[in-house]
């Protein structure tokens, strides 16, 4: 069993190791460092140790804790269920993709059908369904997803390696600003209960919520890079190109959770422990962070499942909207393209994606909340 | 409530204060909150305007007036034009016909699929309840934006209907329902296996009625509340998903319009003409508001125990 000081160093050596790979990455340590350091060949080794670091880092603390909890079953289970799960998902989408009238090759020009059968022939296409399902998965298993029709002579893999990254990024920036803003925003309506400032902080999270995000960027847009131009409007090469699309889709997540921390602090507050703390004569500020707080985030934590689910989802939007060069944009013009392998590639991704962010948050779960048993 | 003079019947009516149903109480709940009266009226509102978008609209949705191309707003085109001169007022008006009927189909739609499933799996339980809900957990392991776009590329290839304008409105409100009905079928397996338990359910089985029976007559009027919530949530998230779609290209196309289609051809003329993607944007952000005003009231009302949440 892990006591609680452990607990704190651990979660505390393995959050100052996130943060400062994620400062450098912010500033895009790998690529402007080299004009200032005289030693361009230093940085990229310095990086890749910095991520192998940090990888170490996060896992390790998973596997002590799981291994320390008798937690080494459930994730193992876990871990299986979701494969099975990634299985039954590319099965449904690859049937789906082939029961569809058209192929990919049917365009408005015809070819001519020795052409087409030709094509055909070269990406597998005229055997039998059940061998072809049998190919496909069987490349999956060995980590290969195949070759994309559209982009010709390119793996499936090597433009989700190319894009993946800063799909990545975005998200994650989005996530840390939604928390960073919703958090706060939450604890502060709490603590003015059923006053103006609670009304008007709850007004603009419900606006959040309904904001669509095509309309915030042009607003953000114009104002920011028209107007003011203090930022790019577009693209994605420099902390500057991060700032707007990282906001914008941070600003519905960041909503739900400020009403969810407002909830949930509302909810701790009326406890016993709480009002035994204010009785023994601790002061505001100190009931407020050490006792509400602590109690209070548990919940908002296990929104953060459904919460990786929703900025996947508007990242769409915004990658096409800032022409960000990520997944969303292969994933629309794939399923126009009728690219089968980049199709399932990306579903898979996505949801494996979701899949495991959910486990994770489960294990943090029962990490932050002793009380909660995994099984 | 009558008004009586007489003190003595006044008294007797503290007294005897006529008892008053759950939803009576809810109502008078949902009375009492100023945000959600104020949106219930203006749903109210752009329903009617939905309704008679041609009585109302000034000029007809496609009819282009080449000479008044990319106008800025004006007495005679109260938004302006867009880039083929056709009247934005009028637009956003057919708009909301186009949005609120995608939105209100779909959500009972995936509510008829989401209940029946639902209230099957809570009920029966067992092994049928793991493998239905297996299949629920299934497909919530894809991100919804991405099940949308694979179901709807689906229904595009698909040849249902003839008519373009009849194949990408049914397209799209059957993509949108076959995504939405998971979540409804999730909670009301959860209101089920919660009102199973209940000691009047008991009774009725007790009394040898028919399982069916019992569902329909004493399982669903007691999980209505957070099913009513949950349609008013899911219709502006249908809003948004309809537009998104709409946007990525994947939805409605112009000269059809919606209010998704109109923000997506804006975008395209953003940096000049700002109005064409303002106002069709911000007809969809007061809706969405007004929706979710309303279903907050609503679970206050419904759920005062939920109050706040």
């Known amino acids: 069993m892990?006591?609680?000081?452990?607990?704190?160093?651990?979660?505390g050596v393995v959050f100052t190791a996130l943060l400062i790979t994620l400062l450098i990455s912010f500033f895009d340590a790998q690529h402007s460092m080299e004009v200032f350091i005289d030693h361009p060949e230093w940085w990229p080794p310095f990086w890749n140790g910095l991520l192998i670091l940090d990888g170490v880092l996060v896992f390790g603390t998973f596997a002590w804790y799981a291994i320390s909890q008798n937690l080494v079953f459930f994730v193992f289970k876990r871990v299986v269920e979701a494969c099975l799960v990634l299985l039954v998902i590319a099965t449904l989408t690859f049937t789906l993709l082939r029961v569809m009238p058209g192929g990919p090759f049917d365009q408005e020009k015809t070819l001519p059908p020795e052409v087409k059968a030709n094509i055909e022939a070269k990406y597998n296409l005229n055997a039998p369904l059940l061998e072809q399902y049998k190919d496909y998965i069987f490349g999956?298993?060995?980590?290969?997803?195949?070759?994309?029709?559209?982009?010709?002579?390119?793996?499936?893999?090597?433009?989700?390696?190319?894009?993946?990254?800063?799909?990545?990024?975005?998200?994650?920036?989005?996530?840390?600003?939604?928390?960073?803003?919703?958090?706060?925003?939450?604890?502060?309506?709490?603590?003015?209960?059923?006053?103006?400032?609670?009304?008007?902080?709850?007004?603009?999270?419900?606006?959040?919520v309904s904001l669509p995000s095509f309309l915030v960027?042009?607003?953000?847009?114009?104002?920011?890079?028209?107007?003011?131009?203090?930022?790019?409007?577009?693209?994605?090469?420099?902390?500057?190109?991060?700032?707007?699309?990282?906001?914008?889709?941070?600003?519905r997540p960041a909503a739900v959770i400020a009403r969810l921390t407002r909830a949930s602090v509302l909810e701790v507050i009326r406890s016993d422990y709480i009002r035994t703390a204010k009785a023994k004569g601790l002061p505001q500020r100190v009931v407020l962070y050490r006792h509400v707080l602590k109690n209070s985030l548990i919940p908002v934590l296990t929104f953060s499942g459904p919460l990786v689910a929703g900025?996947?989802?508007?990242?769409?939007?915004?990658?096409?909207?800032?022409?960000?060069?990520?997944?969303?944009?292969?994933?629309?013009?794939?399923?126009?393209?009728?690219?089968?392998?980049?199709?399932?590639?990306?579903?898979?991704?996505?949801?494996?994606?979701?899949?495991?962010?959910?486990?994770?948050?489960?294990?943090?779960?029962?990490?932050?909340?002793?009380?909660?048993?995994?099984? | 409530m009558t008004m009586s003079n007489s003190a003595k019947s006044e008294a007797l009516e503290v007294?005897?204060?006529?008892?008053?149903?759950?939803?009576?109480?809810?109502?008078?709940?949902?009375?009492?909150?100023?945000?959600?009266?104020?949106?219930?009226?203006?749903?109210?509102?752009?329903?009617?305007?939905?309704?008679?978008?041609?009585?109302?609209?000034?000029?007809?949705?496609?009819?282009?007036?080449?000479?008044?191309?990319?106008?800025?707003?004006?007495?005679?085109?109260?938004?302006?034009?867009?880039?083929?001169?056709?009247?934005?007022?009028?637009?956003?008006?057919?708009?909301a016909r186009m949005s609120m009927a995608v939105a209100i189909y779909t959500s009972l739609i995936s509510l008829a699929i989401g209940a029946i499933y639902g209230a099957v799996s809570g009920w029966v339980g067992g092994r049928v309840d793991s493998f239905m809900m297996r299949?629920?957990?299934?497909?919530?392991?894809?991100?919804?934006?991405?099940?949308?776009?694979?179901?709807?590329?689906?229904?595009?290839?698909?040849?249902?209907?003839?008519?373009?304008?009849?194949?990408?409105?049914?397209?799209?409100?059957?993509?949108?329902?076959?995504?939405?009905?998971?979540?409804?079928?999730?909670?009301?397996?959860?209101?089920?296996?919660?009102?199973?338990?209940?000691?009047?359910?008991?009774?009725?089985?007790?009394?040898?009625?028919n399982p069916f029976w019992i569902v329909v007559k004493h399982v669903m009027p007691n999980i209505l509340g957070p099913i009513i919530v949950l349609l008013t949530f899911q219709i502006p998230s249908n809003i948004l998903f309809e537009s998104f779609l709409s946007f990525i290209?994947?939805?409605?196309?112009?000269?059809?319009?919606?209010?998704?289609?109109?923000?997506?051809?804006?975008?395209?003329?953003m940096r000049s003409f700002p109005h064409l993607i303002i106002y069709p944007s911000f007809a969809i952000f007061l809706t969405m508001l007004a929706f979710n005003f309303l279903g907050d009231g609503l679970r206050d009302a419904l759920d005062p125990q939920m109050k706040g949440r």
């Open chain 1, 140 to 208: 999956i298993l060995q980590g290969d997803l195949g070759e994309s029709y559209k982009y010709l002579g390119r793996n499936v893999s090597d433009i989700i390696t190319e894009t993946l990254p800063v799909s990545f990024q975005l998200g994650l920036y989005a996530l840390i600003i939604s928390f960073a803003i919703g958090i706060p925003l939450g604890i502060f309506a709490a603590s003015k209960h059923n006053t103006a400032w609670d009304n008007s902080a709850m007004f603009m999270a419900v606006s959040g």
């Open chain 1, 2 to 11: 892990i006591n609680e000081k452990q607990k704190s160093i651990m979660s």
């Open chain 2, 135 to 209: 299949i629920v957990d299934i497909l919530y392991s894809i991100p919804t934006m991405v099940l949308l776009i694979l179901v709807k590329v689906i229904f595009d290839a698909v040849q249902l209907f003839d008519d373009p304008e009849r194949k990408a409105y049914f397209g799209i409100v059957l993509a949108l329902s076959l995504v939405g009905w998971v979540t409804l079928a999730r909670v009301v397996r959860g209101q089920v296996l919660q009102v199973k338990q209940m000691t009047y359910v008991e009774a009725a089985r007790a009394l040898g009625a």
């Open chain 1, 311 to 375: 900025i996947l989802s508007g990242s769409f939007i915004i990658e096409l909207i800032f022409v960000v060069p990520g997944m969303g944009k292969h994933l629309i013009q794939s399923v126009t393209n009728r690219d089968y392998p980049l199709i399932l590639g990306l579903t898979l991704l996505f949801s494996a994606l979701l899949v495991f962010a959910n486990l994770i948050v489960d294990l943090l779960y029962s990490y932050f909340d002793p009380r909660i048993k995994l099984s």
């Open chain 1, 217 to 251: 960027a042009p607003i953000f847009i114009i104002i920011f890079a028209f107007w003011l131009d203090i930022l790019p409007p577009a693209f994605w090469d420099g902390p500057s190109h991060y700032i707007l699309p990282s906001f914008i889709l941070g600003i």
């Open chain 2, 15 to 95: 007294q005897y204060k006529p008892s008053r149903s759950l939803w009576e109480d809810a109502f008078i709940r949902l009375k009492k909150n100023k945000a959600a009266v104020l949106s219930a009226y203006f749903i109210l509102f752009i329903c009617i305007v939905a309704i008679f978008a041609e009585n109302i609209s000034p000029y007809p949705f496609d009819e282009q007036y080449m000479d008044k191309i990319l106008q800025e707003p004006s007495m005679k085109h109260w938004l302006g034009t867009d880039a083929l001169g056709r009247d934005l007022f009028s637009r956003i008006i057919y708009g």
């Open chain 2, 249 to 269: 290209g994947l939805g409605l196309q112009p000269p059809f319009s919606s209010w998704g289609v109109l923000a997506s051809s804006g975008w395209q003329t």
